[in-house]
């Protein structure tokens, strides 16, 4: 039997876990101390390892990811977090110029362990910049690793593997996916848990491959178990950076059909490319075009307005009926 976790609750062991293991583990950003972080993932935190391991920052995010360039670099693994994901852009230079480029400008010779944690995505009636799906900007840009987590399982030992990476990575945490619980072997080893990099097959199927990651997880699992007409495999995606296209192909080509569903806008998203990268691989395979699920090319609306702009339930079976009218 395992422990009982939400997903941010499990993130936050697995940062402790990761704390206790290495006295080189930092967290720094807005709150995360005292308060706890806006969202509670790192509550406790402060309690048990002090304000020189976790610590409050001021309001600058260029601040806190220069810095943490600045901690790594001396042998720290600072684990920063931005408080939503509107709020990333301020530090985009440091992300895209310093930290994604350090280890190839120094061939190797230097690295920058940092992770950047980010609550990002919709669903929880926010306000401006507290909304946003990012992801396509850091997968984009070679050299950062890119990861989101759809279950507490993951979001424990994925946290782990984060901070061990001596690449800099991006963990994207799906703030409306906090409170889902589940049990978490704790008492396993990280080095015995699926690689950071992997994605897998929450569900297996023979009809059309569902892919999709982070907070439309759930979603495609509901669509899933709703299509009575159809076997779906849902593709759980994991890292969006590298993109694991051995576990994708492999379903698209037992399969036949493909559907990606994504919270970003559609065009210029994540599922563009991975339409690409199947087609060109799958091409003699596939019985449709891949189908596209995502939000509109409009910038975030207000709140009351975002149950519209989100994939739903419909709009993803909506578009698994879109593949077979091939």
């Given at each position: 039997?395992?422990?009982?976790l939400?997903?941010g609750?499990a993130i936050n062991?697995?940062?402790?876990?990761?704390m206790?293991?290495?006295?080189?583990v930092?967290?720094m950003?807005?709150?995360v101390?005292?308060?706890?972080?806006?969202f509670r993932?790192?509550?406790?935190l402060?309690?048990d390892?002090?304000?020189d391991?976790?610590i409050?920052t001021?309001?600058?995010e260029s601040?806190i990811?220069?810095?943490a360039?600045?901690?790594?670099?001396?042998g720290?693994r600072?684990?920063?977090?931005?408080?939503?994901d509107?709020f990333?852009f301020?530090?985009a230079?440091q992300?895209?110029?310093?930290l994604?480029?350090?280890?190839?400008r120094s061939?190797?010779a230097?690295s920058?362990?940092?992770?950047?944690r980010?609550?990002?995505?919709?669903?929880?009636?926010a306000?401006?910049?507290?909304?946003?799906?990012?992801?396509a900007?850091?997968?984009?840009t070679?050299?950062?690793r890119v990861?989101?987590?759809a279950?507490?399982?993951?979001?424990?030992?994925?946290?782990?593997?984060?901070?061990r990476s001596?690449?800099p990575?991006?963990?994207?945490?799906?703030?409306?996916?906090?409170?889902?619980?589940a049990?978490v072997?704790?008492?396993?080893?990280?080095q015995?848990?699926?690689?950071?990099d992997?994605?897998r097959?929450?569900?297996?199927?023979t009809?059309v491959?569902?892919?999709?990651y982070?907070?439309?997880?759930k979603?495609?699992l509901?669509a899933a178990?709703?299509?009575?007409d159809?076997?779906?495999?849902v593709?759980?995606?994991r890292?969006?950076?590298?993109?694991?296209y051995?576990?994708v192909?492999?379903?698209?080509?037992?399969?036949?059909r493909?559907?990606?569903?994504?919270?970003?806008?559609?065009?210029g998203?994540?599922?563009?490319?991975?339409?690409a990268?199947v087609?060109?691989?799958?091409f003699y395979?596939?019985?449709s075009?891949?189908i596209?699920v995502?939000?509109?090319?409009?910038?975030y609306?207000q709140?009351?307005l975002?149950?519209?702009?989100?994939p739903?339930l419909?709009?993803?079976?909506?578009g698994?009926?879109?593949?077979?009218?091939?």
């Open positions: 039997m395992g422990t009982s939400t997903i609750k062991a697995g940062l402790r876990a990761a206790e293991h290495d006295p080189k930092l967290v950003g807005e709150d101390g005292r308060l706890g972080g806006v993932v790192t509550d406790g402060y309690k390892f002090g304000a391991r976790v409050d001021p309001l600058a601040g990811v220069g810095t360039i600045g901690m790594a670099l001396r720290y600072p684990v920063v977090e931005i408080q939503f509107g990333f301020p530090a230079n992300t895209f110029t310093q994604a480029k350090m280890r190839r061939a190797g230097l920058v362990p940092v992770v950047m980010i609550p990002y995505g919709g669903g929880i009636g306000v401006e910049h507290h909304s946003e799906s990012p992801e900007y850091f997968t984009h070679a050299g950062l990861v989101t987590v279950t507490p399982e993951d979001a424990y030992w994925m946290i782990q593997q984060a901070v001596d690449d990575v991006v963990f994207l945490e799906p703030k409306r996916r906090y409170y889902e619980k049990e072997d704790t008492d396993a080893a990280v015995d848990a699926a690689p950071m992997a994605a097959v929450a569900r297996s199927g009809d491959t569902l892919l999709a982070g907070p439309m997880v979603t495609a509901q178990e709703a299509d009575t159809h076997s779906v495999e593709v759980d995606l890292s969006l950076s590298p993109v694991d051995d576990t192909t492999a379903s698209v080509k037992r399969t036949g493909l559907v990606v569903a994504h919270e970003a806008p559609l065009s998203g994540l599922g563009a490319e991975i339409a990268r087609t060109e691989e799958c395979h596939l019985e075009p891949v596209r995502a939000a509109f090319d409009t910038p609306p709140s009351r975002e149950e519209h702009y989100l739903d419909d709009r993803v079976l909506d698994v009926d879109r593949a077979f009218a091939y």
